[in-house]
Each structure stands twice: as structure tokens, then as C-alpha cells.
């Protein structure tokens, strides 16, 4: 006979076989029946039960124990997987909050840093264009000439104001008329010719009355008709305009 079990069956060991007759036998005595006879007047027939006995082996109560085993096992087993894939999950999210919150951070300090580079390189324009103006300032202030407050420097001044203005004239030009009109004297008035006549007498170092002076006055002089310069610049304005140039101005004009 061949030693493997047919196809579906399973071979029984000497466990099962054990157990099959256990519960043979047991069922035998539950179903056993004895008669007990009585004392000449009658007899009682009674049913005698017996308890089921149990037939446990080593071998059964080790698979049982091997199968519980093997259960609790894989539940720990899983128990600790799921808890192992928890906290990798957990992991994988604190490092990418920790890689979002970095991220932020870096991109806050690069602003920052933007900014304040920003405003670093406004700051030192702006210092360098007030440096730069101060200095023209100061450079402009030495180079701008320190008149005398006399003829000749009421003259020289007056000629700078006109060539920024371009009005023609020279000293020698400016210097003959005034001498001629006023000798010199800022505060010299004519009383008697015909202007003062009409009202409006001739005034300054060149001679020069109201009407006219205020028509030709040059801007950023003073409004003052006694001033030496705004005197001065006054009359060229109106000799270059009638005449071409102070220059050639011989007379009363």
C-alpha cells in the first residue's frame, strides 16, 4: 500500500487516532443500560449515565498551546509593524515641516538681508550726494571771489553779474561813466536837471532814475536803486539796450 494518502484525505497521525477512540468509548458508556433486579415483588430498571471523560493528550494540549503562540505572535508582530510605520510616518512629517519651517526662515533672512542691503545702499547714495553737494559748496564758496566794498569792488562785482547776464561792458568803460556822473558817490542825487524836475531825479553812481532802473533792473541784485552793484548793472542793461554797450556811452545818456 503507498505510503502517501490519497488525493483530499489527510493520513491520520497517532494523535488523532488516540483521540477517535476516546470519544468512541465515551459514547459507549453514556448510552449503556443496566437493570437492577428488586426483592421478590418487583424490579427496577434504571438508566445509568456516565460522565464524559476526557482523554487529553500532550501532544493535542502542545498544538493548541503552538497555535496560540503562533496567533499572539503575529499580533505583536503587527502591532509593532504599524507602530514601526506610525513613526516613520511621523518622521517623514516633522522632517518636512522641518524642511517647510527652514525654507521660510531662509527666505525671511535673504529679505531681510535684501533690505537692509537696500537700505544700506540708499543711505550711503544719499551720503555720498550730500558729501558731493557740500563739497561742490565748498568749492564754489573758494572760488567765488571776496569783493571790496569800494569802487573798484562795487566795478568788478557788477562786470561778473553782467557776463553771467550778457550784458557787454568793461571796467574802463563803467569806470569812466561813473566817474563822470557821480565822481564815485553811491548816495549822489541830482536835484535841478530836467528828471528831478519831473519828479524823478537822477540817482547812484550812474546816475540813474526810478523808472528806468526798475525796467532794466538785474535779477538777483537789490531792489535798492542806491546799491552800488544793482546801480551799476541797472545802467549798463540800459546802455547795452539804447546804446550796445556802456562802452560807448561819452555823455549824459
Known amino acids: ?59 493535542g494540549t502542545q498544538q493548541v498551546k503552538d497555535v496560540h503562540d503562533s496567533v499572539t505572535g503575529q499580533q505583536a508582530a503587527a502591532s509593532e ?21 527652514q525654507k521660510k526662515a531662509d527666505a ?21 550726494r550730500e558729501r558731493e553737494a557740500r563739497e561742490a559748496a565748498s568749492r564754489a564758496a573758494a572760488r567765488k571771489p571776496v569783493y571790496a566794498n569800494n569802487l573798484d569792488g562795487w566795478i568788478k562785482q557788477s562786470l561778473d553779474i553782467m557776463k553771467s547776464k550778457g550784458i557787454p561792458g568793461t571796467y574802463n568803460g563803467l569806470y569812466s561813466n561813473i566817474m563822470r556822473e557821480s565822481t564815485g558817490n553811491p548816495n549822489a542825487m541830482n536835484g535841478w536837471d530836467i ?12 546816475q540813474v532814475i526810478q523808472p528806468t532802473f526798475n525796467a532794466y533792473h538785474v535779477d538777483g541784485t537789490s531792489t535798492n536803486i542806491y546799491d552800488p552793484v544793482a546801480n551799476i548793472t541797472a545802467a549798463a542793461n540800459y546802455a547795452a539796450d539804447k546804446y550796445g554797450s556802456i562802452d560807448n556811452v561819452n555823455s549824459a545818456y
Open 1 to 59: 500500500m503507498s505510503k502517501h494518502a490519497p488525493s483530499g484525505h489527510s493520513r491520520l497521525t497517532r494523535t488523532h487516532k488516540f483521540s477517535m477512540a476516546g470519544v468512541a468509548a465515551l459514547g459507549a458508556a453514556a448510552l449503556a443500560v443496566t437493570l437492577v433486579p428488586g426483592h421478590d415483588t418487583q424490579a427496577s430498571a434504571e438508566t445509568v449515565s456516565a460522565a464524559p471523560v476526557a482523554f487529553p493528550t500532550a501532544a
Open 81 to 101: 509593524k504599524a507602530k514601526q510605520a506610525a513613526a516613520k510616518l511621523k518622521a517623514q512629517q516633522d522632517a518636512k515641516a522641518k524642511e517647510e519651517a
Open 195 to 206: 528828471n528831478a524836475q519831473n519828479g524823478t531825479p537822477s540817482i547812484g553812481l550812474l
Open 108 to 128: 525671511e533672512a535673504r529679505a531681510k538681508a535684501d533690505a537692509a542691503a537696500k537700505a544700506k545702499a540708499e543711505a550711503d547714495a544719499k551720503a555720498k
